[in-house]
């Protein structure tokens, strides 16, 4: 008798035993369970978010003092891709340590930041101070900066004979936004002598660089002297560089050309001018009329929607003729 009750007292120790310490489970589950899943879930994010070996190297060439890999770590920071999110705090950092290693792209880029104020406190005084820096050091961008700073007293009292200083030295260099400036200072007597031909020429030098406001400056002295023939092909060019006031030139100037759509290659020119411009509706109107006359003489069904088509984008741009044509062919 007395083993049976030793068996029966161990086995009840034992269930006891099992028991207590499925209750402390679960007590410890009631009260701390959300921590633990917090922790889980921290420690899965620290797995997921784990800096990429690619990034961790080029760190490290930065670290070994190489500019180019600081700045190009920069840019990443700074526009994003695959690899690392957009973060302008280290792309200022980044700029910063490229820059103290002499590094003009990164003197340019730092001052960028602080002339837009991303990723650090807005400052233009340091800015050009930093374009300047970055211009000794050959680059061109960052000499136009301070011409441009220069011209629009931004962090130094405004100077247009600096301003056309930096802006000569960055156009005889390739830069096509210094010429252009520089052909704006002539055409309208800033610093510069006016001269109609000098301003041409800088425009011309631009647009050759592919500036696109170098193309569509000197398109606009073309339609003002008449030359249309001219103004077109440099709005065309200008408008192709992605110049959205040339596409809008464009179509105007041909609008005043093409009254009436009679072939093949005023088509063609229309349709481009058409779906290039953003405003006016006057080349989709001219469009329109030429698949309606189409349509009245083919009784084509194709022809009538390409002719709905244009006059419907005509008409969202208040030309009001196209929404007349429209009422009539859904009358």
């Avoid at 088509?267 to 509706?281: D, M, P, V, Y």
Wanted: contains cysteine; charged residues 25%.
């Amino acid at each position: 008798m007395l083993l049976k009750y030793e068996k029966r007292y161990s086995m009840f120790d034992k269930n006891f035993k099992i028991v207590l310490f499925l209750g402390i489970v679960i007590i410890l589950l009631i009260f701390f369970g959300k921590n633990i899943l917090n922790g889980l879930s921290s420690v899965n994010q620290i797995s997921t978010f784990t800096e990429p070996m690619s990034i961790r190297y080029y760190k490290r060439s930065c670290d070994y003092e190489d500019s180019k890999v600081c700045n190009e770590l920069g840019d990443m920071y700074h526009y994003g891709n695959k690899i690392v999110s957009v973060d302008y705090e280290e792309a200022v950092e980044y700029y910063r340590r490229s820059c103290e290693l002499d590094d003009g792209k990164g003197c340019n880029n730092l001052a960028y930041m602080l002339n837009k104020g991303k990723g650090i406190t807005h400052n233009n005084w340091t800015a050009i101070r930093l374009y300047k820096k970055a211009c000794k050091f050959k680059e061109m961008e960052a000499c136009y900066n301070v011409g441009s700073m220069y011209y629009h007293g931004e962090g130094t009292k405004r100077n247009y004979y600096n301003a056309a200083y930096y802006f000569e030295k960055a156009c005889s260099h390739g830069i096509g936004a210094g010429c252009n400036d520089l052909g704006f200072m002539h055409e309208h007597g800033k610093y510069l002598a006016a001269s109609s031909n000098q301003a041409m020429s800088y425009y011309a030098d631009a647009c050759d660089m592919g500036e696109a406001s170098g193309c569509n400056n000197l398109a606009h002295l073309k339609e003002k002297n008449g030359n249309f023939i001219s103004a077109k092909q440099l709005y065309k060019k200008a408008c192709m560089l992605g110049d959205n006031h040339s596409c809008n030139r464009l179509e105007n100037v041909l609008g005043s050309r093409i009254y009436e759509i009679k072939d093949e290659l005023a088509l063609k020119e229309a349709i481009s001018a058409c779906n290039r411009s953003t405003q006016g509706g006057t080349m989709c109107y001219r469009v329109g009329l030429y698949y309606e006359n189409l349509y009245k003489s083919s009784d084509d069904k194709d022809d009538q929607n390409k002719a709905r088509s244009f006059f419907e984008k005509a008409c969202d741009r208040q030309q009001s003729q196209s929404c007349k044509h429209l009422g009539d062919l859904h009358k």
